[in-house]
T-cell receptor, first 114, second 110 residues
Framework: DAGVIQSPRHEVTEMGQEVTLRCKPI?????LFWYRQTMMRGLELLIY????????DSGMPEDRFSAKMPNASFSTLKIQPSEPRDSAVYFC????????????FGPGTRLTVL | DAKTTQPPSMDCAEGRAANLPCNHS???????VYWYRQIHSQGPQYIIH???NNETNEMASLIITEDRKSSTLILPHATLRDTAVYYC???????????FGKGTRLSVIA
């Protein structure tokens, strides 16, 4: 298995632009998680899905952030409009269940908003 | 989640055992303890988990005190590639996801 796949690996954009991050979870995993990591705030859980349904989005910082999971093999995290403070590494992870023993993380997307 | 406390940083000589402590004094009887690590520029990686008994796998050993208020992750022969941030997590029982704290930054020194 290729593991969790994220794209793009790096994204540089200008303030005000729309940014879409993509994630393909491991086949057979029912739960998907989006995290954001910065030096100041560490690793923050933004939102998670179970069986393609959003369960808890209380970690999403603002209405500018939205996430979807149209099917079991694809999820997106969108920021519109982007701001410099959104600059961070965004990780996607998947597991067999929400409280699954092992979460498998993707390589992350490093987002820079100028 | 049970609150966990870890030292911010530790050093270990290459080839020696690295013992990483974690305090989780508020843990309840059915909450597991999980350990993950994050090597620079990579996503976190699962290491091991346990409830009451000591656990061992190919990566590490986990020692949990009898009162379950603390645990120690042991890397028996640390290598330079073990340099990473190590996270101890004690999620609430039930259907709740992992929440990562600040972890311990382990530096393995040649």
């Amino acid at each position: 298995d290729a593991g969790v796949i994220q794209s793009p690996r790096h994204e540089v954009t200008e303030m005000g632009q729309e940014v879409t991050l993509r994630c393909k979870p491991i086949s057979g995993h029912n739960s998907l998680f989006w995290y954001r990591q910065t030096m100041m705030r560490g690793l923050e859980l933004l939102i998670y899905f179970n069986n393609n349904v959003p369960i808890d989005d209380s970690g999403m910082p603002e209405d500018r952030f939205s996430a979807k999971m149209p099917n079991a093999s694809f999820s997106t995290l969108k920021i519109q409009p982007s701001e410099p403070r959104d600059s961070a590494v965004y990780f996607c992870a998947s597991s067999l269940s929400i409280a699954g023993v092992e979460q498998f993380f993707g390589p992350g997307t490093r987002l820079t908003v100028l | 989640d049970a609150k966990t406390t870890q030292p911010p940083s530790m050093d270990c000589a290459e080839g020696r055992a690295a013992n990483l402590p974690c305090n989780h004094s508020t843990i309840s009887g059915n909450e597991y303890v999980y350990w993950y690590r994050q090597i620079h520029s990579q996503g976190p990686q699962y290491i091991i988990h346990g409830l009451k008994n000591n656990e061992t796998n190919e990566m590490a050993s986990l020692i949990i005190t009898e009162d379950r208020k603390s645990s120690t992750l042991i890397l028996p022969h640390a290598t330079l590639r073990d340099t990473a941030v190590y996270y101890c997590i004690a999620p609430s029982s039930g259907n709740t996801p992992l929440v990562f704290g600040k972890g311990t930054r382990l530096s393995v020194i040649a």
